[in-house]
T-cell receptor, first 110, second 114 residues
Framework: DAKTTQPPSMDCAEGRAANLPCNHS???????VYWYRQIHSQGPQYIIH???NNETNEMASLIITEDRKSSTLILPHATLRDTAVYYC???????????FGKGTRLHILP | GAVVSQHPSRVICKSGTSVKIECRSL??????MFWYRQFPKQSLMLMAT?????????EQGVEKDKFLINHASLTLSTLTVTSAHPEDSSFYIC??????????FGPGTRLTVL
């Protein structure tokens, strides 16, 4: 079973920041938090990952709380192309499998 | 990032026939690849782990004799759906490990069984 909890859907206005929350209260000390997204009828796309510190790349920022029980993915300036299902994943069991939960369906509103 | 391809992207077949789907890592070697299945409006479901040079490991409830997996080289894994039936119609996605904590996904193959 997935070890994360995400809201099923969110709306965000185009050009605004999209903040996607994720709860992972049972995360272990050596488990990373990963974010992927899946645009309709495509394979999942890697976005970002982190362990303890906040991370930023060209796509997004990842904010992890100090107790590591939750995190937020931030898309700073959402566009219509960011419409997708976003998956928060806690890595992973010793077989390195990625187990997907239901994710958050993000709708970007024009 | 690393690139993973799948072939074909779409396939339509008659019930009872077998279909082979290829997953290739284009610019890296992958000792481990994974196969997922996704039904409409649902999340990805892991089917099996494909290990180069050894037998695949199947998730509970996945029929190994129906979904044959071969990982013959460090850049290629194949999934064969044998004796396909309409209920096997789905979106099949593979992923490949490029390194520790680095996993990249293919674009998916949409299978329709008539």
């Amino acid at each position: 079973d997935a070890k994360t909890t995400q809201p099923p859907s969110m709306d965000c206005a185009e050009g605004r920041a999209a903040n996607l929350p994720c709860n992972h209260s049972t995360i272990s000390g050596n488990e990373y938090v990963y974010w992927y997204r899946q645009i309709h009828s495509q394979g999942p796309q890697y976005i970002i990952h982190g362990l303890k510190n906040n991370e930023t790349n060209e796509m997004a920022s990842l904010i992890i709380t100090e107790d590591r029980k939750s995190s937020t993915l931030i898309l700073p300036h959402a566009t219509l192309r960011d419409t997708a299902v976003y998956y928060c994943i806690v890595e992973r069991n010793r077989d390195d499998k990625i187990i997907f939960g239901k994710g958050t369906r993000l709708h970007i509103l024009p | 990032g690393a690139v993973v391809s799948q072939h074909p992207s779409r396939v339509i077949c008659k019930s009872g026939t077998s279909v082979k789907i290829e997953c290739r890592s284009l610019d890296f070697q992958a000792t481990t690849m994974f196969w997922y299945r996704q039904f409409p409006k649902q999340s990805l479901m892991l089917m099996a782990t494909s290990n180069e040079g050894s037998k695949a490991t199947y998730e509970q409830g996945v029929e190994k004799d129906k979904f044959l997996i071969n990982h013959a080289s460090l850049t290629l894994s194949t999934l064969t759906v044998t004796s396909a039936h309409p209920e096997d119609s789905s979106f099949y996605i593979c992923s490949a490990e490029a390194g520790v904590y680095e996993q990249f996904f293919g674009p998916g193959t949409r299978l329709t069984v008539l």
